[in-house]
């Protein structure tokens, strides 16, 4: 049940609008008492671990999505979720410099 | 009697329109000829209504709820203004959608419905290239293409066939539009985001291209997984190809443009007439 309340709760972030967002800005902690959390995905999502939540088996779209709301890099985040170090770099390239 | 008058099918990478930069102009300019050929296919296609096999990016369904096969009843379409898309109501075809839906239980095929569907980039992202007016009507069919375990190729090819069936038997006397969107193979959010299988790519473009689904429809979950977790969006060509099979159209390659690294995707664009 954990895993999809994590889910749920990205997807509180991620697709409901501004007012979820906001309030998880203002009271993190207030806002994912919503949600039944156990300890350690609730200190991954304050904490913006995406290796974390993406080792507890979220959905690898809703972790992505959760650094998109966090406005993560796409290179950070790929290094954060153990990405391969060519790809990595070659990410921050195109952004860097483009196509 | 309502009649299949086209059918498209085109990637929807969210990119495109998000990160237009990640491209070389060379492939921007590709993909914009491309759609702009797409656009014009359609408009002379003169659609009453647009059907569209797609997919949603955890927008309306979370593993708590996953249906295989459901279809949009509303009058309207809400869609998500993400990656700078516009903040849209896209109009729906309220009685087509339900005809369909009834139409289906009577053979035996139960889709789910929904008076809602949130349209993300799956489908908004091809209807604001396609029909940037929004001013045909759009009933999505959106295809669990996200949570394990999702629907066999052979039974998307079943839908196509059913979609087909049912405009056939329809006496509303519409011309209807197939969209197929999405895939081909790319992998999103996991340590492969970024790769791609060209040489899955290459083959099922031709497949889609031959006009014969026999290949594509024995796809098990096993080979697809080969074109990582976003290729399980050909589920949404499989789905137009037997609805052209069924209806008797033919397949052209409008764009082939190999693997465009910052989009994380091949852009690949079929139409058939």
């Given at each position: 049940m954990s895993i999809v309340d994590v889910e749920r709760c990205i997807w509180e972030l991620h697709r409901n609008?501004?007012?979820?967002?906001?309030?998880?800005?203002?009271?993190?902690?207030?806002?994912?008492?919503?949600?039944?959390?156990?300890?350690?995905?609730?200190?991954?999502?304050?904490?913006?671990?995406?290796?974390?939540?993406?080792?507890?088996?979220?959905?690898?779209?809703?972790?992505?999505?959760?650094?998109?709301?966090?406005?993560?890099?796409?290179?950070?985040?790929?290094?954060?979720?153990?990405?391969?170090?060519?790809?990595v770099k070659e990410r921050e390239d195109l952004e860097l410099h483009g196509g | 009697?309502?009649?299949?008058?086209?059918?498209?099918?085109?990637?929807?990478?969210?990119?495109?329109?998000?990160?237009?930069?990640?491209?070389?102009?060379?492939?921007?300019?590709?993909?914009?000829?491309?759609?702009?050929?797409?656009?014009?296919?359609?408009?002379?296609?003169?659609?009453?209504?647009?059907?569209?096999?797609?997919?949603?990016?955890?927008?309306?369904?979370?593993?708590?709820?996953?249906?295989?096969?459901?279809?949009?009843?509303?009058g309207v379409n809400p869609s998500l203004p993400e990656f700078g898309l516009p903040d849209v109501q896209v109009p729906g075809d309220a009685e087509f959608a339900r005809g369909l839906v009834e139409f289906a239980y009577?053979?035996?095929?139960?889709?789910?419905?929904?008076?809602?569907?949130?349209?993300?980039?799956?489908?908004?992202?091809?209807?604001?290239?396609?029909?940037?007016?929004?001013?045909?009507?759009?009933?999505p069919v959106m295809i669990n293409t996200i949570w394990a375990p999702m629907p066999t190729a052979e039974r998307s090819y079943q839908l196509g066939e059913l979609i087909a069936d049912y405009v056939a038997a329809d006496k509303a006397d519409k011309r209807v539009l197939l969209m197929g969107t999405g895939g081909i193979s790319h992998w999103v959010g996991s340590q492969r985001h970024g790769d791609l299988n060209q040489e899955f790519d290459m083959w099922f473009l031709k497949e889609v291209a031959s006009g014969s689904?026999?290949?594509?429809?024995?796809?098990?979950?096993?080979?697809?997984?080969?074109?990582?977790?976003?290729?399980?969006?050909?589920?949404?060509?499989?789905?137009v190809v037997g609805a052209a099979a069924s209806a008797g159209l033919t397949p052209h390659v409008v764009l082939d443009e190999t693997f465009v690294p910052g989009w994380n995707v091949s852009v690949y664009q079929v139409a058939w007439q």
């Open positions: 609008g501004p007012e979820p967002l906001a309030e998880f800005q203002r009271e993190p902690n207030t806002f994912l008492s919503h949600f039944e959390l156990t300890e350690e995905e609730r200190h991954a999502l304050v904490g913006r671990d995406y290796g974390e939540l993406y080792r507890l088996g979220v959905h690898p779209m809703a972790c992505l999505f959760y650094s998109q709301v966090n406005k993560t890099p796409m290179p950070a985040y790929l290094s954060a979720i153990g990405g391969a170090t060519a790809r | 009697m309502s009649t299949i008058v086209a059918a498209v099918a085109t990637v929807h990478a969210p990119l495109i329109v998000g990160m237009p930069h990640l491209a070389s102009e060379e492939k921007r300019a590709a993909v914009d000829r491309g759609f702009a050929e797409l656009r014009s296919f359609v408009a002379a296609a003169r659609p009453d209504v647009i059907v569209s096999t797609t997919s949603e990016h955890i927008t309306n369904f979370l593993s708590t709820n996953a249906p295989a096969f459901c279809v949009g009843t509303g009577d053979r035996g095929f139960d889709l789910a419905h929904s008076s809602r569907l949130v349209l993300d980039h799956g489908t908004n992202l091809p209807l604001s290239y396609i029909t940037p007016e929004y001013n045909v009507p759009v009933v689904g026999d290949n594509l429809r024995k796809l098990s979950q096993a080979d697809i997984d080969v074109a990582g977790d976003g290729g399980n969006e050909i589920r949404n060509w499989i789905a």
